[in-house]
């Protein structure tokens, strides 16, 4: 795959959402709370809430941008895809974690993290995390469902 095909791929919250999810739960959604299988999902709309700047004290409105979550129907956790994973601790949108991934994938001698930063803008920090954490593309073992879920076995 290359960088278009990746681009064209994954150009959408959705689609990435949705290959996060099959790399996650590759037998269905499970919730990651009771591991029930009587998981919905759902999309929320794109909105705006006001929240104080706790440096300027100013009321600002600041835009939510469309989810797509989870509710379990045992113990009505709601959670996202990300929940309880790496991805979840930064704070990068799912579409640059892919480009990124692309670009590792591509990289036949590597990529310079100074190469990663201009290419993506995304810090050295992240960097190193994606290298740990960034899917194979022939398929997937154990360890690195594992991985996905930010838990070593
Ligand atoms: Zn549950």
Not at 18 to 47: H, L, N
Not at 108 to 127: P, W
Request: aromatic share 6%; with cysteine; hydrophobic share 35%.
């Amino acid at each position: 795959m290359n960088l278009t095909e990746v681009t064209k791929k994954f150009a959408t919250p959705e689609a990435c959402n949705d290959f996060i999810e099959t790399m996650r739960w590759p037998d269905g959604v499970v919730c990651p709370a009771c591991e029930s299988k009587r998981v919905t999902k759902y999309q929320t709309q794109e909105g705006t809430r006001n929240r104080v700047n706790s440096k300027t004290g100013k009321n600002e409105v600041k835009t939510v941008p469309a989810r797509i979550l989870y509710v379990c129907l045992d113990c009505e956790l709601k959670f996202s895809v990300t929940t309880g994973t790496l991805f979840n601790d930064t704070h990068l949108e799912l579409e640059k974690w892919f480009m990124a991934v692309a670009l590792m994938v591509n990289a036949k001698k590597g990529l310079s993290a100074l190469q990663m930063k201009r290419d993506l803008k995304v810090s050295v920090q992240n960097r190193v995390v994606l290298e740990s954490s960034h899917p194979r593309s022939d398929g997937r073992s154990e360890s690195e469902t594992a991985r996905w879920d930010g838990r070593s076995r």
